[in-house]
């Protein structure tokens, strides 16, 4: 028997088939087959490896790192020519346009849908090494607007006003998040800067420029709204065995979840993978669902139905879909998740075949 079980086990592993056992010449006898399925390891990293502006920081006074959006946008503001003139006692402000600023925000990977930055800084860092400040009193932000807008038509704007950037050269934008999570396409800063020139009438004063650069540094720290949801890439999968040599089978959900996050998780099965595809016509078949827990592993099993077995007939496609849910306190409010560089969800899909068999088409085995 052990000879048998062994002559089966290496059919599957090898890839070959189990069509030469006919149902009509089959006896009585079933034994049970351990059957790699999927495994899949699912990376914050991974999905976000296409990003240029993506870093990895040092997570505040821990061991662990984090991963981190900085992007920079240089900008001139260029100085009109001016002659320092005065009306009666008081000299002439210059009115200093700032026109049509374009900030470089980075667009969030589809993945991120649904999950709101809660821990974004944005600043303007002002650069006065091509101004000549000892011919100016004070440079006044009269007002500085950000104006950011999406595909969807939603616009959220903030605004930087009464600073001067001769004593405080960063200016800091307050609730950035409003801006950010409304996933901009653009973000357009417009506004008007005052200098007030020193009382050296008759001074001429020309070629100057205030150098602006925005700042964003988001780490990902998210808010995770009931409309986020994660996937992987389909994985093909081989089952070459007949159904109709199937009495039951069993499938085991390993999953070490080292993220911060838990939700619906959902195996999904097509013969096609274009089936995945959000407009779809044909919609996937659901093999498996379960509840993911946050910083957890756990051991999941299920028995399948017979109208199940067909599912593996042929060559089939694989895919895990999560619906997100973020981790909560104690009376059930929404914390923050923090997603840590060496942070993944770890799926192993294997299943228990109970199949039957003809010994007499086993040759000499016995």
């Known amino acids: 028997m052990k000879r048998i079980l062994l002559f089966l086990a290496l059919i599957i592993f090898i890839g070959c088939s189990l069509d030469t056992f006919k149902s009509e010449n089959l006896a009585s006898w079933s034994i049970n087959l351990d059957i790699p399925l999927f495994k899949t390891d699912y990376t914050v990293g991974e999905m976000l490896k296409d990003y240029d502006e993506l870093e990895i ?3 505040q006074n ?7 959006f900085n992007v920079s946008t240089p900008y001139d503001v260029e100085v009109p020519d001016y002659t320092i003139t005065k009306v009666g006692n008081s000299v002439v402000p210059i009115p200093v346009p700032v026109a049509d600023y374009e900030l470089e925000i980075p667009t969030l990977p589809d993945e991120l849908d649904g999950i709101n930055l809660v821990d974004v800084d944005l600043t303007l860092e002002v650069d006065l090494s091509q101004f000549n400040v000892d011919l100016a009193d004070s440079v006044i932000v009269n007002t500085i607007l950000l104006t950011a807008t999406n595909d969807d038509g939603d616009v959220e704007t903030a605004t930087i006003t009464n600073q001067d950037i001769l004593i405080n050269g960063v200016l800091i934008v307050e609730d950035p998040e409003e801006l950010i999570n409304i996933r901009p396409t653009g973000v357009l800063i417009t506004g008007l800067l005052t200098v007030y020139p020193s009382d050296q009438e008759g001074q001429q004063v020309f070629g100057q420029t205030i150098i602006l650069t925005s700042k964003l540094h988001a780490p990902l720290i998210l808010e995770i709204t009931e409309t986020a949801t994660f996937s992987t ?5 081989n089952l070459d065995i007949d159904n ?11 999953i070490d979840n080292q993220m911060e996050i838990g939700g619906k998780l959902q195996v999904l099965v097509s013969p096609d993978t274009m089936n995945f595809e959000q407009n779809s016509p044909i919609i996937p078949d659901t093999l498996l669902t379960f509840q993911l827990r946050p910083k957890q592993s756990q051991v999941e099993t299920i028995e399948l139905g017979q109208d199940k077995f067909d599912l593996f007939a042929d060559s089939t496609y694989m895919k895990i879909f999560i619906n997100v849910i973020g981790a909560k306190d104690a009376n059930g409010n929404t914390l923050p998740s923090r997603f840590f560089t060496n942070d993944s969800i770890k799926v192993l899909l294997y299943s228990s075949a109970e199949v039957l068999i003809d010994p007499q088409n086993m040759g000499d085995e016995e």
Request: no cysteine.
């Open 57 to 59: 920081e040092r997570y």
């Open 62 to 68: 821990t061991s662990d790192s984090i991963y981190v």
């Open 233 to 237: 890439p389909p994985e093909k999968v």
């Open 244 to 254: 109709e040599l199937i009495e039951s089978i069993k499938i085991f959900a390993e």
